[in-house]
């Protein structure tokens, strides 16, 4: 796992992001401004179109800015051709999605394994590095479980291993109990709180939960596509 804990990880400056719907100009990022040291753990809030979903998708290189700078690791993502871009979402950054993401009449260790599927990882590696994914997320006696035997909190947390499998840097986390009971959202924050502490991954969440929030280390808070609060919730 990433060991650069408080080291310059993410720096965004004057981030925008204008969407052309016909004639309609849409702003969902105004100049925004921030850092993510390794080893944090941030909690991005805010209403219903306020940026954050859109701020996570260029941040996960699923989307670029219209102008302002993304720099991860100190390489400017902006500059980077399609297949660097898959690199850097294979290899350095897992995400873990409100609705899993899962695929049918597969088991959970076939749910992790994917990524090292596209990454040419020879069988019996796979296998090892799924295992101790799934034991890292307490599904080490579920592996051979199909999707649909699996609770909704379970298939979350197979979510949450098949993140992990690549050892990223990052884990990017959108509404990730959004989907699931309270109780399965409060073991599944504990599972990224434990993951944060322990082995120092840098989780970004993005919730609307204020509850949810409070398992993160630091927060700020969008409205109409800008920073409006910078918290330190704990060190």
Avoid at 142 to 167: C, D, F
């Amino acid at each position: 796992m990433d060991n650069r804990v408080n080291s310059e990880l993410i720096r965004v400056e004057s981030l925008t992001k204008i969407y052309h719907l016909g004639e309609v100009k849409v702003v969902a990022l105004r100049g925004v401004s921030f850092e993510v040291k390794g080893g944090d753990f941030l909690a991005i809030m805010g209403p219903s179109g306020s940026g954050k979903s859109t701020l996570m998708n260029i941040i996960g290189c699923l989307d670029r800015p219209t102008s302002g700078q993304y720099l991860l690791e100190g390489t400017e993502v902006s500059k980077l051709d399609k297949k660097q871009l898959a690199y850097i979402r294979n290899k350095k950054i897992g995400f873990v999605f409100q609705m899993f993401n899962l695929l049918p009449r597969t088991t959970a260790m076939e749910n992790v394994e994917l990524p090292l599927l596209y990454s040419n990882v020879p069988t019996k590696k796979r296998n090892r590095l799924a295992e101790e994914s799934l034991a890292l997320v307490g599904l080490a006696g579920r592996k051979m479980h199909y999707t649909h035997q699996l609770s909704g909190g379970e298939q979350q947390r197979v979510a949450i291993a098949r993140a992990l499998v690549n050892n990223p840097s990052i884990i990017l986390a959108d509404e990730p109990t959004g989907n699931v009971d309270s109780q399965s959202g409060a073991e599944i924050m504990e599972i990224f709180e434990k993951l944060n502490n322990e082995k120092k991954i840098t989780i970004i969440l993005v919730t609307h939960d204020l509850e949810i929030s409070k398992f993160a280390k630091k927060m700020i808070l969008f409205r109409d596509g800008e920073i409006v609060k910078r918290e330190i919730i704990k060190d």
